[in-house]
T-cell receptor
Framework: DAGVIQSPRHEVTEMGQEVTLRCKPI?????LFWYRQTMMRGLELLIYFNNNVPIDDSGMPEDRFSAKMPNASFSTLKIQPSEPRDSAVYFCASRRDRFYGYTFGSGTRLTVV | TQLLEQSPQFLSIQEGENLTVYCNSS?????LQWYRQEPGEGPVLLVTVVTGGEVKKLKRLTFQFGDARKDSSLHITAAQPGDTGLYLCAGAGITGGGNKLTFGTGTQLKVEL
């Protein structure tokens, strides 16, 4: 299995631009999670899906952030417009069900200048 | 909000030494997981503990879940340079089917020759 695949690995963009991060979870995993990691705040859960349906988006910082999961093999996290404080590493993770641990992708390092 | 405090925050030791990392919370968790993260990669699951008082061993690593399921520890015997990394504990809440993981603040371990 190729694991959880995220793209791009690195993204540098200017303030105000739209950014789209992509994730392909492991096949057969019913849960998908988006996390953000910074030095100051550690790993924070942004949103998670179960069977492609958003279950909890209480961690999404503000309306500039949105996430979709149009099918079981693809999810996006979009930031529009981006701001320098959005700079972080964004991780996608999936799990088969609640009795299993998470499998994380390698992350997308986002820098907003 | 369930918070997980890890200590120490940083640890630099020589090869062959033993160490213990602590993960503490005022909240009760249905289960607790430990992850190790290396630079440029996502966290990788090491172990899941579920029962209060449970002890699990993974080669030179020993994990313990507190009797009250509020805390956990990770003990490494005879540390090796390959153990270097960021160690994260993560607790699953009692509610919500345990789907939301709250990550600890992390312990950065460096093992030198």
């Amino acid at each position: 299995d190729a694991g959880v695949i995220q793209s791009p690995r690195h993204e540098v963009t200017e303030m105000g631009q739209e950014v789209t991060l992509r994730c392909k979870p492991i096949s057969g995993h019913d849960y998908l999670f988006w996390y953000r990691q910074t030095m100051m705040r550690g790993l924070e859960l942004l949103i998670y899906f179960n069977n492609n349906v958003p279950i909890d988006d209480s961690g999404m910082p503000e309306d500039r952030f949105s996430a979709k999961m149009p099918n079981a093999s693809f999810s996006t996290l979009k930031i529009q417009p981006s701001e320098p404080r959005d700079s972080a590493v964004y991780f996608c993770a999936s799990r088969r069900d609640r009795f299993y641990g998470y499998t994380f992708g390698s992350g997308t390092r986002l820098t907003v200048v | 909000t369930q918070l997980l405090e890890q200590s120490p925050q940083f640890l630099s030791i020589q090869e062959g030494e033993n160490l213990t990392v602590y993960c503490n919370s005022s909240s009760v968790f249905s289960s607790l997981q430990w992850y190790r993260q290396e630079p440029g990669e996502g966290p990788v699951l090491l172990v899941t503990v579920v029962t209060g008082g449970e002890v699990k061993k993974l080669k030179r690593l020993t994990f313990q879940f507190g009797d009250a399921r509020k805390d956990s520890s990770l003990h490494i015997t005879a540390a090796q340079p390959g153990d270097t990394g960021l160690y994260l504990c993560a607790g699953a809440g009692i509610t919500g089917g345990g789907n939301k993981l709250t990550f600890g603040t992390g312990t950065q371990l460096k093992v030198e020759l």
